[in-house]
Structure formats: structure tokens, C-alpha cells
């Protein structure tokens, strides 16, 4: 046995060992309790006595124990799985095919039962998870395995894609966090390799989120300031953004465009009164609102431009249909969300959803002037979100706008013929910048003690 497959089989036993201890001295913690009915009936105790054991075991009850004990038994699942496939994958050659089958079907077997009896004894949330996780993965190891054993061909797509399809009922039937986060990451998985490796349009993947959209929205509704909530809000739109792409096969430059309409997008998702109410930032504000900056900074230069118009003979007329009603639809939604729930301002970006087609038709037509205009925009936008940190005395926002002007200022460094003493005083400029204006938000600060701010 290589030295390598028994750590992990040992650090697996001891997170294994560990959960079956806390959950041991939960379970007779459980029982105790489950009994007081039938202590107080034999007046073997009084009732008085059984309220107060009740509320004694109560107040020692700890939610960050359940976290722990979650967290080591999903550890402790999937250690403990992948040192037996290691130790199986070590003797391989040595098996037959008929114990090599058996070997590959045992996992999905322990784990079924393990699942099956969870549901039926209507376990706690720490078994189910553990049930969970460990069929997730035996259900790919035994794929994997049997078709090696039989030289089942297929590419990768397809096995994730079985793969996915076979673990989507854990979600609900085990009503199974750490499921529906691996499924999430194995549906993106499957979406890039299947978009960005082999160039086909990952559709399966509209169908994976489909599926797991009412595990997530029910979340929100129930505990939109959970845990689980803070991080499928920042997973999903992760997941959307890398997806995306996969779906722009074919739109050469119009890819750029089509990216900004979703980048604005996401962004008014995330500007939406219950995500903007969150005790925690989402990823669709967060990656919405760097994209679009990162979109305009790209664009800043010339030759950026030149690329997305196809060097002003093409344009937009050369984009096929289905990719133009995308970005419209895009943009449509956008504006619903703006005007419905909240009014645009232009440093909160929502601006760009408009702006940007306009930037686009004028390079078709006139590149320089389009590339003047984004850098105006840029400038505009860096100074007024400087003004809108100091006004509001967030240091995010404030520095959030020193940095995009300082990335401005060092990409026009590079690709403009000014002399290096205008791009020094530039430099400069940014510098005193960045100092006093932090300098007076953390004089206004203190000058206001009792004044709490929420940097959003």
C-alpha cells in the first residue's frame, strides 16, 4: 500500500471517528430527552424536573456544533472514500474482472444504503449531508470504473453529464447543501470544458440550473442570510459568468458586447432591494460591477475597438441573428429591473447598460471618437465614485475609484505618446489624490464618533 493512500485513508478514519463521537454524545443527549415523558409518567421525576433538564440541554445547544459536525463528516466522507478508491487503484492489476466490477459497485452500494437509511430514520442534517457527499462521489467512481473495466467509450462531457444527472436528485431527496454546491461546481466544470475545450454549446447546463433553482431560491426565502446563501450567492452568478462563454460560439467580436449586456445585468440583479438588503455583498454585484469596469478599460484603447467592429466592415451585421436578440433580451431585462425597482445613477454603473450600445454604434462609425468617449466615461466615473465615498465615508467606494484611475492612467502610459513628463505629473496626481482623499474621509470621520457607516 503506497504511503500516500494510507494518509489519506487514516486522516480519513480520524475525521469518520471524530463525527461518530459528537454525534455519539448527540444521540444520547437525544435519547435522554426522549425519555423524560416517560420518567415524569413513573414519577420517577417531577415535571418541573423534566422542564428543567429540557431547558438545560436547550441553552447547551450550539449551532456551531452542528457546523463542525457537518463539515467533519463531509471531510470524513470524502477522505475516507478517496483512500479506498486509492487502495483499490494501487492493487488494480492484480483483480479480476469480475472482483474489479464488484469493487467498483460497493461504494455506490454502502452509499445507497447509508442515503437510503438516512431518509427512512429521517436522520439529522449531518447524516444526510455525509450520505450525500459519499454517494456523490462513489456515483462517479463507479462510472469511471465500469467503464474502464469494459472499455466503454465517451468523452469527459458526457460522463460529467451522467454523471450530474444521476446525483441531481440528492439536492431534495436528501435536502443536501454540500450536494447542491458540488453540483453547481460540476455543472460549471462540464460547461467550460464542453464550451471552451471542444467547442460545443454546453446545453445540458441550462437544464443542471433549471434543476437546482428551486434548492437555491427556497434558500433564499427561508434563510437569505445563511451560510449556504451567502456562498450560492456568490457560486451561481460565478457559475453564470463562466458559462456564458461557452454559448458565444460564433460571435467573434460581438463576444465583448454580448458580455457587457450580461455583466449589466448581473449587476442590476445584485442592485435589487432584497440582495442590496443582504448583511453580506452577493457576486452578482460584485462581479457585475468589476466586470463592467474591466470591459471599458479593455475598450479604452483603440485597436480594442477596431477588433470588436471588425476594423469598421462588418460591425453588427455581420453577428448572426440568434446572438442579436440574446443581447436585446439582455438589455430589456436590464431596463425593467432599473426603472421598476430603483432609478439609475451614473456612479452606481447602471448607466452602462445603455451606454455602452451607444458606444459601440459610434465606433462603427467613428473609432477614435468611440474610444475618446470611453475614456471620458472612465474618468467621470472614477471621480464621481471618489465623490460618492467621501460624501458617504466609505473607503471601498473611495479607493475603488483611485484604482480605477490609476489603471487608467498606467494603460495610457503605454499605448499614447505623451511625453514621460506628462505621464509622470499623471502619476502624481494620483498619488496626492489617493492620500488626501482618504485623508479626509478619516478626518471626517473622526470629527463625526458617533456616525456608523455600512460600506456596502
Known amino acids: 500500500m503506497p504511503h500516500g493512500c494510507l494518509n489519506r485513508w487514516l486522516w480519513g478514519f480520524l475525521y469518520t471517528y471524530l463525527f461518530y463521537c459528537t454525534f455519539k454524545q448527540n444521540t444520547i443527549m437525544a435519547t435522554l430527552l426522549k425519555d423524560l415523558p416517560e420518567l415524569v409518567e413513573n414519577n420517577v421525576i417531577s415535571p418541573q424536573t423534566a422542564t428543567d433538564i429540557e431547558r438545560y440541554y436547550a441553552a447547551r445547544v450550539n449551532p456551531q456544533t452542528n457546523i463542525m459536525l457537518t463539515i467533519f ?16 487503484a494501487h492493487n488494480w ?26 431518509i427512512l430514520k429521517n436522520k439529522s442534517s449531518v447524516w444526510k449531508e455525509t450520505a450525500a457527499t459519499l454517494l456523490f462521489f462513489a456515483v462517479g467512481a463507479s462510472i469511471s470504473l465500469v467503464a474502464q473495466i469494459y472499455n466503454i467509450s465517451g468523452d469527459f462531457p458526457a460522463f460529467l453529464t451522467t454523471w450530474i444527472l444521476l446525483c441531481l436528485p440528492l439536492v431534495y431527496l436528501l435536502n443536501s447543501n454540500a450536494a447542491a454546491i458540488l453540483l453547481l461546481v460540476f455543472s460549471t466544470w462540464y460547461s467550460a470544458v464542453a464550451g471552451y475545450s471542444l ?32 456562498v450560492l450567492n456568490w457560486l451561481m452568478p460565478l457559475s453564470l459568468l463562466i458559462a456564458f462563454g461557452a454559448f458565444l460560439k460564433g460571435a467573434d467580436g460581438f463576444v465583448v458586447v454580448m458580455y457587457m449586456a450580461f455583466l449589466c445585468l448581473m449587476y442590476n440583479v445584485g442592485s435589487l432591494p432584497f440582495f442590496a438588503n443582504l448583511k453580506k455583498q452577493t457576486g452578482y454585484l460584485a462581479f457585475g460591477e468589476l466586470g463592467i469596469i474591466i470591459v471599458l478599460l479593455m475598450v479604452s484603447a483603440q485597436y480594442m475597438w ?58 462603427m462609425v467613428n473609432v477614435p471618437l468611440a474610444t475618446i468617449l470611453t475614456n471620458l466615461v472612465i474618468l467621470a466615473f ?72 455600512h460600506e456596502n
Open 306 to 363: 477596431l477588433e470588436i467592429t471588425g476594423n469598421m466592415q462588418y460591425g453588427i451585421y455581420a453577428v448572426q441573428s440568434h446572438f442579436i436578440i440574446i443581447w436585446a433580451v439582455l438589455l430589456l431585462i436590464s431596463a425593467i429591473l432599473m426603472f421598476r425597482y430603483k432609478s439609475a445613477t451614473f456612479s452606481s454603473l447602471k448607466w452602462a447598460t445603455f451606454l455602452f450600445p451607444v458606444l459601440y454604434f459610434i465606433a
Open 93 to 118: 492489476d492484480n483483480f479480476s474482472k469480475t472482483i474489479k466490477t464488484g469493487l467498483a459497485v460497493l461504494p455506490l452500494f454502502i452509499a445507497q444504503a447509508l442515503a437510503g437509511y438516512s
Open 199 to 230: 467547442w460545443e454549446r454546453p446545453y445540458w447546463y441550462l437544464l443542471f440550473i433549471a434543476a437546482l433553482l428551486p434548492f437555491y431560491i427556497g434558500h433564499l426565502k427561508t434563510g437569505k442570510n445563511s451560510n449556504l446563501a451567502v
Open 382 to 453: 472614477g471621480i464621481l465614485t471618489i465623490r460618492n465615498g467621501i460624501n458617504k465615508l466609505h473607503f471601498r467606494t473611495l479607493n475603488f475609484g483611485i484604482l480605477v484611475l490609476a489603471v487608467l492612467t498606467t494603460i495610457r502610459f503605454f499605448d499614447t505618446n505623451i511625453s514621460f513628463a506628462i505621464r509622470g505629473s499623471l502619476f502624481l496626481i494620483v498619488g496626492i489624490g489617493f492620500f488626501a482623499a482618504n485623508y479626509i474621509v478619516i478626518k471626517k470621520k473622526k470629527e463625526q464618533p458617533d456616525t456608523h457607516t
Open 73 to 88: 463528516g463531509v471531510l470524513g466522507g470524502i477522505l475516507a472514500g478517496l483512500g479506498i478508491i486509492l487502495i483499490f
